[in-house]
């Protein structure tokens, strides 16, 4: 790995109107492969807050003021720079994340997209004329940025998840702050500091390092400069921020947890299927919220399944992302492998059996490092724990059904309604399974759906809200109506 590529990007400071934010706090990011130190980064203090609150409201008047070509403008220089330093931004997210540099690259890719999808939005936030219904009235709405914008954002996507919020913030012309993982934040002022280069007004941009964000996103969303905040995370933070919002009655969008679903019909292509599967269960080590979860197998092709995808699921290899042999790199923490563990045992006294990997996970176990080996355990119900739980690893958990209406009811058992799939060359069926699965994205014979021009988002506790295409940029304004009396 040419590390001296990624350290001309690796920033260690609080990004507050365009500068360096330095403080005597700070913290450790660390190299989940290694356990070793990356970086120190330094903690925002509370004047630093106030700093990007203060930055971040001016430049949102210069936004706002700003032409939508200008914009779009922007966000077009922001992209070519994104695109012109991709490898070493994925050099970097792979050495603060872990995931295989091959999928670092396409996430700065798909990343980079939703940059240039919305620089082409901005120019199309177009407002209503309503025909009017009486004599004297013209009827139209116009559409306006919301205002200052705090944004929330996990580790699993360092540079996706940023790009998918401020991209569409700056093009709507609002302003961001953004309150990155305290895993992953390198990837995040790479960005900032891309965003800067390619002339982002001071303050359009903040980024604020904390490892204490319940104080500091706190004061942020208590102030009244804040209009609205988008939070891609889980569903048990989403709740709190959700409240905090409530207070002022802050805009939200609200990226939260899933438990994907993969229903394998009789009629399937089993190859097909397979290859769906291994992409959606084990891209960034299972560590995403569109990750299959639950894999529900038509009882009559279960045991041809099972011949079928152990091979392949077997051909994986667990390891360091920096090397091209490894699929599957280490999960995001100790605590992270350590819930995993623990759900994976409480699923065999439950009654669920290892058809894969027994032997990796019992050495696992005994590692002080973050791998996990690929596991896939047979006979779980939906009466185990973990058929109900977000797992974020590389555990394939298979169950049978015996006809369409168990596979539905089964797949919508859940409080999560963020992404399913399913597997079925029956037109018929294909149609009734799309309209009667209760999730914000259903995968049809496809394991891979994620795309910056298609909406992104989930019913019930998955969310609220849509990211990404056409409707991604209405999440960041507001529609203002005009009642023009001609008389
Ligand atoms: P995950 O389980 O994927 O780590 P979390 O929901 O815990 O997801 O974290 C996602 C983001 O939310 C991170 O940036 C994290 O720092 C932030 N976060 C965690 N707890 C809080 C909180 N109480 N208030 C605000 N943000 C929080």
Redo the contacts with the bound molecule.
């Keep these: 790995m040419s590390v001296t590529v990624s350290q001309r990007l690796i920033q260690t400071n609080s990004i507050i109107a365009n500068q360096a934010y330095t403080s005597d706090k700070t913290f450790a990011v660390m190299d989940p492969a290694t356990d070793k130190c990356v970086a120190n980064v330094s903690s925002v203090d509370t004047r630093g807050i106030e700093l990007a609150l203060e930055s971040a409201q001016l430049a949102f008047e210069q936004l706002k003021a700003m032409n939508s070509q200008a914009r779009s403008d922007l966000l077009m220089r922001w992209y070519q720079l994104v695109i012109a330093n991709s490898e070493a931004l994925a050099e970097l997210m792979t050495l603060e994340q872990g995931k295989p540099l091959a999928e670092a690259k396409g996430e700065v890719a798909y990343g980079a997209e939703f940059i240039r999808w919305f620089a082409e939005e901005a120019k199309r936030s177009y407002g209503q004329n309503i025909p009017s219904n009486n004599q004297h009235q013209r009827l139209s709405t116009i559409k306006q940025p919301i205002g200052v914008v705090l944004g929330?954002?996990?580790?699993?996507f360092p540079i996706a998840m940023v790009t998918r919020k401020v991209a569409p913030a700056i093009a709507a012309g609002c302003s961001f702050i953004l309150?990155?993982?305290?895993?992953t934040p390198l990837s995040a002022l790479a960005l900032a500091h891309l965003a800067i280069e390619a002339g982002f007004p001071s303050g359009a941009f903040n980024v604020v390092l904390?490892?204490d964000?319940?104080s500091?996103?706190?004061q942020l969303?208590s102030d009244e400069r804040v209009k609205k905040v988008t939070?891609?995370?889980?569903t048990?933070?989403?709740k709190?921020?959700l409240a905090?919002a409530a207070a002022s009655v802050k805009r939200t969008s609200m990226e939260l947890?899933g438990n994907a679903p993969f229903i394998v019909f009789e009629s399937a292509m089993l190859s097909k299927a397979i290859t769906g599967l291994v992409a959606s269960k084990f891209r960034n080590a299972g560590?995403t919220?569109v990750a299959t979860n639950r894999v529900l197998v038509a009882e009559s092709i279960y045991s041809t399944f099972i011949a079928q995808l152990l091979p392949e699921v077997a051909k994986l290899k667990v390891g360091s992302g920096f090397d091209p042999m490894h699929q599957v790199g280490p999960l995001?923490t100790a605590s992270a492998k350590q819930r995993l563990i623990e759900s994976v045992e409480q699923a065999i006294i439950q009654g669920g059996t290892f058809l894969l990997g027994q032997a990796e996970f019992e050495r696992a176990k005994e590692q002080t490092d973050n791998f996990f080996p690929v596991v896939v355990l047979g006979g779980i119900t939906p009466q185990m724990a973990i058929y109900h739980q977000e797992l974020?690893g590389p555990v394939v958990l298979l169950s049978t059904f015996e006809d369409e209406r168990q596979a539905l009811t089964m797949a919508n058992e859940t409080d999560y309604g963020l992404a399913a799939y399913f597997y079925s060359e029956n037109i018929n069926q294909i149609q009734r399974v799309s309209e009667r699965l209760d999730f914000g994205m259903v995968g049809i014979n496809e394991g891979l759906i994620s795309n910056p021009i298609a909406p992104f988002g989930g019913v019930k506790q998955s969310g609220i809200g849509r990211e990404g295409g056409q409707i991604g940029l209405d999440e960041y304004l507001q529609v203002k109506y005009l009642c023009l009396n001609i008389t």
């Design positions: 929330i954002t996990p580790w699993n309150k990155p993982s305290e895993l904390t490892q964000a319940p500091v996103v706190e969303l939070f891609t995370g889980s048990q933070i989403g709190i921020l905090q947890g560590q919220c995001i974020f």
